[in-house]
């Protein structure tokens, strides 16, 4: 039962570009949405996140883009760099609930 | 970072032997979690804990069990490792509220079950 969906597993992208991680989700009533992200040996840590009232929340280089009719939500690295070479997850949780659902992650190299 | 602590960092094992990875916390949050990592497969829930003594089953919990005897510690047990438990697996607190809140992880434990 996977209730989010990520893509793509794998993303290489140039210095200075685009980076764009997709994910679907089944369940309506999730309603918080974050993006952890992960270097090797390390553990995840929350990179940003987003709740349904608004359609987009950017954070520095990061923005989150939401669209609630689809079910779909997407990570935006502009100007991607090196540094952000890591494994990004997207996950969903509804309030108050106790867990919190990933999706299968998406490992990016940014070449230089 | 937040005070999680897993032990050990790395273990090899070998088939059919009991396995008990340890998470400790200093944050006094009231849940635990325990994910396993596969490429693939992203992050999938063994167990979780809502309070001491307080356990509940994740997607991926069949030969796995959990105990929490104080707020701080949360194990997983493996009853007899196989190889298909080799991972990398992780330890996560979380602070739930009137909102949804960040999950903190632990810097993981490696094993290999040859």
């Known amino acids: 039962q996977q209730q989010v969906k990520q893509s793509p597993q794998s993303l290489i992208v140039q210095k200075g570009g685009i980076s764009i991680i997709n994910c679907a989700y089944e369940?309506?009533?999730?309603?918080?949405f974050p993006w952890y992200q992960q270097f090797p040996g390390k553990g995840p840590a929350l990179l940003i996140a987003?709740?349904?009232?608004?359609s987009e929340k950017k954070e520095g280089r990061f923005t989150i883009s939401f669209n609630k009719s689809a079910k779909q939500f997407s990570l935006h690295i502009m100007d991607s760099q090196p540094g952000d070479s890591a494994t990004y997850f997207c996950?969903?949780?509804?309030?108050?609930?106790?867990?919190?659902?990933f999706g299968q992650g998406t490992r990016l190299t940014i070449n230089p | 970072d937040a005070g999680i602590t897993q032990s050990p960092r790395h273990k090899v094992t070998e088939t059919g032997t009991p396995v008990t990875l340890r998470c400790h916390q200093t944050?006094?949050?009231?849940?635990m979690y325990w994910y396993r990592q596969d490429p693939g497969h992203g992050l999938r829930l063994i167990h979780y804990?809502?309070?001491?003594?307080?356990?509940d089953k994740g997607e991926v919990s069949d030969g796995y069990s959990v105990s929490r005897s104080k707020t701080e510690d949360f194990l997983l047990t493996l009853e007899s490792a196989t190889s298909s438990q080799t991972s990398v697996y992780f330890c996560?607190?979380?602070?739930?509220?009137?909102?949804?809140?960040?999950?903190?992880f632990g810097q993981g434990t490696r094993l290999t079950v040859v």
């Open positions: 996560a607190i979380r602070a739930i509220g009137t909102a949804n809140t960040e999950a903190f």
């Open positions: 369940n309506t009533a999730f309603d918080y």
């Open positions: 987003i709740r349904p009232d608004v």
């Open positions: 996950a969903a949780s509804k309030e108050g609930a106790q867990k919190l659902v």
């Open positions: 944050e006094n949050h009231r849940y």
């Open positions: 804990s809502y309070g001491v003594k307080d356990t």
